[in-house]
């Protein structure tokens, strides 16, 4: 079935027309399914009368991305991570210190607004629940998929790298909390275990990323209402037993990895009252150590985001014995799909672990594991961002647009509320060389960025943890080993031919 995560890859071919899209024609049988081929055939036709080659998904812009100097593209991005680890060897501690310095900007008065757009959130959300059940069947003319999965997943992630801890004005749960429970100070029912730690967290971030990568239709309007209703209600009942900020911190999933993603913005609060800013990242460089399960999550973001992408290459492809081009639907790679996941997220911490404790044995401070694993850990936060934002880069064009049509006519039967009169999604960007060079470059620069930040911040935190320039920078020669090889991998990801 096609997913809402791959509506872009078939927009190329077709009319732009959300009445007209790939999930209402693959729900037609019989003499409809008769005159769908019929009218495939003559498309086929046309196209080879008209010298014009077959399309496929991905055929525009995937096309145009094999044509691009990748190689050299790929290149130069690793190489300019690896001239970022040189050159900070010869940076004196005081200047690669400072670069993460920041001053006080002004005072915030906090608190005010948060209950109440929280709770206009909670009621935004239950109206697009309602939706889910009974709005259009279609995810891309539904708003529920197209909020939760292009506006929430992709374009709120990333805007916290920027703009800082946004999610906590527009969570749907702490607004209702403080009206119910905070005023009244009413304690929480049953203590969370200490030992627990963020374990839950890491546990709903799994089950979050195998539902949308494993799940045949994750983005079916009625099944994924089921899921974010159980979700609000396991997230709410959690606060209500253990804390309202004790279980947000610890085991919502989307909390955590909004406030590690607003730790990457230039402005933040180093208190409850004083807004301060500096260098993106300036927040990790002075931030403690993570508790192990914190660590654990942080590189989960990373490893879950990067299985994403690996997944539709005809490389994993090939590894679980689907043939690319005629690959049989997410409900037959479903196990395939989920063991390459797990495999994912113990593979990269487990690596990330080694490069830290092999570091720390160079200069003799293999005690320091603990402390080392728990700051460094955050380091892999630019990583995760830039790959998070040239992912979804195009599927968020493709998708935001249709999230602007379905705003128009929630209901699809023809209503312009916004006043735009009827809008039709394109796709034309994607079929022009210049266009779709600009975008490959955007995607490699976020990443390449990312990495650059990333052996930035690394330096600075074994500076700040040692004392000592020497010791600092032999200790990080394998962290930055392994964000360097990262890199290549995640630029190769980003031109690799896909088939799924």
């Not at 196209?47 to 055929?59: E, F, I, T, Y």
């Not at 259009?136 to 909020?147: A, G, K, Q, Y």
């Not at 208190?271 to 403690?288: E, L």
């Amino acid at each position: 079935m096609l997913t809402m995560r791959d509506s872009w890859e078939w927009t190329a071919i077709g009319d732009g027309n959300p009445e007209n899209s790939p999930y209402d024609s693959a729900m037609e049988t019989g003499r409809q399914t008769d005159r769908f081929a019929f009218r495939a055939l003559l498309v086929l036709a046309v196209m080879a009368l008209a010298g014009v080659g077959q399309a496929h998904a991905h055929a525009s812009e995937q096309m145009f991305v094999l044509l691009l100097p990748t190689g050299v593209y790929t290149a130069a991005g690793v190489a300019a991570v690896a001239l970022t680890a040189i050159v900070l060897g010869l940076l004196p501690d005081r200047m690669t210190t400072a670069i993460f310095s920041s001053r006080e900007r002004f005072k915030s008065r906090g608190g005010v607004l948060e209950p109440w757009s929280s709770v206009i959130s909670a009621l935004v959300l239950a109206f697009l629940v309602y939706l889910g059940f009974s709005g259009p069947h279609d995810p891309l003319t539904n708003l529920l998929p197209l909020v939760i999965l292009t506006i929430f997943w992709v374009g709120i992630v990333t805007l916290h790298a920027f703009a800082g801890d946004v999610w906590r004005f527009i969570n749907p749960w702490s607004g209702i909390y403080h009206f119910l429970f905070s005023k009244s100070a009413a304690p929480a029912m049953l203590p969370l275990p200490r030992a627990i730690s963020s374990w839950p967290a890491v546990a709903a971030l799994l089950l979050f990323m195998m539902f949308y990568l494993a799940y045949p239709a994750p983005d079916d309007p009625s099944r994924l209402a089921v899921v974010v209703a159980a979700y609000w209600l396991y997230t709410f009942s959690g606060m209500v037993l253990f804390g309202g900020e004790i279980w947000l911190s610890r085991g919502e999933c989307f909390t955590v990895l909004m406030r590690h993603y607003a730790s990457l913005a230039p402005c933040g609060s180093a208190d409850a009252q004083k807004v301060r800013s500096g260098m993106p990242g300036w927040q990790i460089a002075s931030a403690p150590a993570l508790s192990l399960s914190g660590a654990v999550f942080v590189i989960m973001i990373l490893a879950s985001g990067s299985f994403d992408g690996l997944n539709e290459t005809f490389w994993w492809l090939a590894q679980i014995g689907v043939n690319p081009l005629e690959f049989p639907g997410r409900s037959a790679v479903i196990w395939q799909t989920v063991a390459g996941l797990v495999a994912a997220n113990i593979l990269l911490p487990a690596a990330f672990a080694a490069a830290v404790a092999f570091g720390l044995a160079i200069v003799g401070e293999s005690a320091r594991f603990a402390e080392a694993f728990g700051r460094l850990a955050r380091t892999i936060l630019p990583i995760a961002a830039g790959y998070h934002i040239a992912h979804y880069l195009i599927s968020f064009l493709i998708n935001g647009q249709y999230f602007f049509a379905a705003l128009n006519d929630p209901w699809a039967i023809g209503s312009s509320y916004l006043w735009s009169g009827r809008f039709y999604v394109t796709t034309g960007f994607l079929n022009s060389h210049d266009s779709v060079q600009v975008i490959f470059l955007s995607q490699a620069a976020a990443i390449v960025a990312g990495h650059m930040l990333a052996v930035l911040l690394s330096h600075a935190i074994a500076i700040d943890m040692f004392g000592n320039a020497r010791k600092a920078l032999i200790s990080q020669i394998p962290p930055a080993v392994f964000m360097i090889a990262y890199t290549l991998f995640g630029l190769w990801l980003l031109a690799a031919p896909r088939g799924a």
